[in-house]
């Protein structure tokens, strides 16, 4: 029997944090294929579906470089202001009821490819030359490629050692400090990823290591913490993926109620927005939340995805100027341009 590598030629490739990988071998959608210790990349989306890729050959490396033309096309929001606007004020009625405390709103640009782009590489070192990102991460595979520029660690894991780094609060790089909203927000995640770690981890090791790191991005800071645990020897990776994906911090608390509004009224599913993609290699894992993301399903499309945490004492029009803060500088370096709504 041919290899993947064989039937789909050697461009299929995954890269992160300095390691590239190649020879695709398998492609399968059970976790439990993870068990194997071979090398994983990793993606689920948001609304769950499980893609798994191993590759044959690691090995550390800068990411091959690629030049990148800037889009000629515009970008096409999937709502405009005043629509988000009301979104906002949507969830801040359900806040209102009780049933929720905190919704991430998002959103979706698409641009119209004038002619098919061969791959996005280029775009991914456009990136990280100009938007350099902790998580950053490229994948290419037969059905789908992701040009990643994460700022946002889902899940760092070195035998029981487990980590994630919720991002809850963003000011522009000039703001001095975050406000009380950031603060309470963030709280807020940090308590539901620690009760989803309690669903993994060994009773009584799970701990705020750091709470309201700021981080510096370009253009932006970010309000981060840290969740650290051991997790149980029996829970498996489609146990860990069913307590942690997607992140508290990208869809809200409680989760099922954040979950059951944002499906409710986002109309456009957000895919590898949002969801988790990094890699696995046996108890070693490098997994994360899948924001600043471009991705495409075919030649002609380009998806990129932004959104803002909502809780009641957001304003509906600051919210949305988060959202275009997100978005503004990596659509700029995608090229393409949009209209303000």
Not at 143 to 165: F, M, N
């Amino acid at each position: 029997m041919r290899s993947l590598s064989q039937v789909y030629g050697l461009e299929n490739q995954f890269w992160m944090g300095g390691r590239l990988a190649t020879q695709l071998e398998e492609i399968s959608n059970d976790p439990s294929v993870l068990n194997d210790g071979n090398f994983w990349a990793v993606l689920v989306t948001f609304e769950g579906e499980m893609t798994f890729a191993r590759f044959g050959h690691v090995q550390d490396s800068n990411f091959p470089e690629s030049e990148w033309s800037q889009l000629p096309t515009p970008w096409r929001s999937s709502v405009d202001r005043n629509q988000y606007i009301t979104y906002v004020n949507q969830i801040r009625e359900e806040i209102a009821a009780g049933g929720v405390y905190q919704v991430n709103a998002c959103y979706e640009f698409t641009n119209q490819l004038a002619e098919p782009i061969e791959y996005l590489a280029g775009l991914f070192s456009e990136l990280i030359a100009k938007n350099p990102a902790p998580y950053a991460q490229y994948l290419r595979l037969p059905d789908v490629e992701i040009a990643s520029a994460s700022p946002e660690r889902l899940i760092s894991r070195i035998g029981a050692q487990i980590t994630t780094s919720p991002i809850k609060g963003t000011i522009r790089m000039e703001q001095e400090s975050f406000g009380d909203k950031d603060k309470a927000e963030n709280l807020m995640i940090v308590d539901l990823m620690r009760n989803d770690f309690g669903k993994i981890c060994e009773s009584g090791s799970v701990t705020v290591s750091e709470l309201f790191r700021i981080e510096k991005h370009p253009g932006l800071s970010h309000l981060v913490s840290d969740v650290t645990g051991s997790v149980n020897a029996k829970n498996t990776w489609a146990e860990i993926f069913a307590a942690l994906a997607p992140a508290g911090s990208i869809s809200g608390a409680p989760k099922s109620s954040a979950l059951r509004i944002i499906a409710t009224h986002e109309k456009v599913l957000r895919g590898p927005y949002c969801g988790a993609i990094g890699w696995v290699q046996g108890d070693k894992a490098e997994i994360a939340v899948g924001i600043r993301t471009f991705w495409r399903t075919n030649k002609d499309v380009l998806h990129f995805g932004t959104g803002a945490g909502i809780t009641w004492s957001s304003d509906a029009s600051a919210e949305w100027d988060e959202t275009r803060l997100k978005a503004d500088r990596l659509l700029s370096i995608a090229g393409g341009g949009f209209n303000d709504n």
